[in-house]
């Protein structure tokens, strides 16, 4: 295992980019992206997508490298912007952006983006919504994994539902997770890793489990697997309640903005790659409309701490809340670097090379 400082993680990524054709300013927010996920230890949304999920899908023709941004219509509180199948952080940081704006005028901002492609940590935009000094809500469709409850057919996408809240800690509330009981970029860092899923969390066409990451992979892409959504399999668990919630986030990336859902995203059209033209929304809600900042700030710290503070459960050292960890994260890699383990660095390599990115010949020639 190696490790890599944020600042050589972020170069290195906008270099790359560059070399892809992305203009430097919309570069420099993706890398921003990817950059958060790897300072937060979401390791499956950082450097580890640089290649397979922007990269190779430039290169393939199914992902513009620039990013042309169309307001297709506007209200006061509310808008709905076009991607035109460029990259997702550009869109979705300019749409949560006009959230916030919005927001601190009227109390509330609402957009909705179409023909989109992969955001990243849905958190990020929550995050840009906290520092600001609001509630931050954020979601996306994607292709096709999660299987209904008493399905096993690939339907839904993870579909994140993302809430960031800022309190009187060091870090916000962050709550930034998929509604199925894993999601599709932990599979390729279990692959990488060369490590078994769990049970539960993937079934195949008879409804039993699947635990090969490499080819859970495959079998998703070709329809013969599915994600269990939150929950796991079935009712007796619950999970008809990550079904429903991965439902909602369908719906409102979709029929807000008139997109495609579900198989419309799947990346293929008659055996061919196409651009995947998913769906977000971004809220942006402004606290100083409701109450005083620092009044919800200690509030949300104190229900932080209390559930922290709480009775523990035998045998367990420590409780956490959202966004504890991401924190702890950052602290520990702000310090020690970014953990970057041998296929993906071999990968790194490789994007060095395929795109001639001088400056970084010599990290990976000294240290391979």
């Not at 600042?7 to 570069?27: C, H, R, Y």
């Not at 924190?327 to 041998?342: C, F, Q, S, T």
Request: charged share 25%; proline share 4%.
């Amino acid at each position: 295992m190696k490790y890599l400082y944020f600042n050589t993680l972020n170069e290195f990524s906008i270099e790359s980019l560059k070399a892809a054709g992305v203009p430097e300013k919309d570069a420099k927010i993706v890398a921003e992206v990817l950059l958060e996920a790897d300072k937060l230890g979401i390791d499956s949304h950082g450097i580890n997508r640089l290649k397979p999920i922007y990269l190779d899908r430039i290169e393939d023709g199914i992902l513009n490298p620039e990013t042309k941004v169309d307001i297709v219509r506007e209200s006061f509180t509310t808008a709905v912007l076009d991607g035109n199948n460029g990259m997702g952080h550009v869109v979705s940081k300019q749409a949560m952006q006009m959230c916030i704006d919005k927001a601190k005028t009227y109390g509330m901002g609402m957009v909705a983006v179409r023909n989109s492609s992969h955001y990243g940590i849905a958190g990020y935009y929550g995050l840009m919504a906290a520092k600001a000094g609001m509630i931050g809500i954020t979601g996306t469709n994607a292709r096709p994994s999660i299987a209904p409850t008493f399905g096993v057919e690939n339907m839904l996408g993870t579909n994140p539902l993302t809430f960031v809240m800022p309190s009187d800690e060091d870090f916000p509330f962050f709550l930034d997770c998929a509604t199925s009981v894993s999601q599709r970029g932990k599979f390729e860092y279990y692959a990488k890793n060369g490590k078994e899923l769990p049970k539960g969390w993937v079934i195949d066409k008879n409804g039993e489990s699947k635990t090969d990451a490499e080819q859970v992979i495959k079998d998703l892409v070709a329809g013969q697997a599915a994600l269990t959504p939150l929950g796991g399999v079935g009712e007796d668990t619950a999970g008809y309640k990550g079904y429903g919630y991965a439902t909602v986030v369908e719906i409102l990336s979709a029929a807000l903005q008139g997109g495609g859902f579900m198989k419309a995203l799947l990346g293929y059209e008659n055996g061919k790659k196409v651009p995947y033209r998913l769906g977000h929304f971004f809220i942006a809600i402004n606290i100083e409309n409701f109450i005083d900042l620092k009044d919800f700030k200690r509030t949300t710290g104190n229900i932080l701490r209390d559930l922290r503070n709480s009775e523990k459960m035998p045998g367990q050292d420590k409780i956490y809340t959202a966004g504890e960890k991401e924190h702890l994260n950052y602290l520990e890699r702000k310090a020690n670097g970014v953990p970057i383990p041998d296929t993906l660095w071999d990968e790194m390599k490789f994007v060095t090379q395929k795109y001639k990115l001088d400056k970084f010949y010599q990290l990976f020639e000294i240290n391979s």
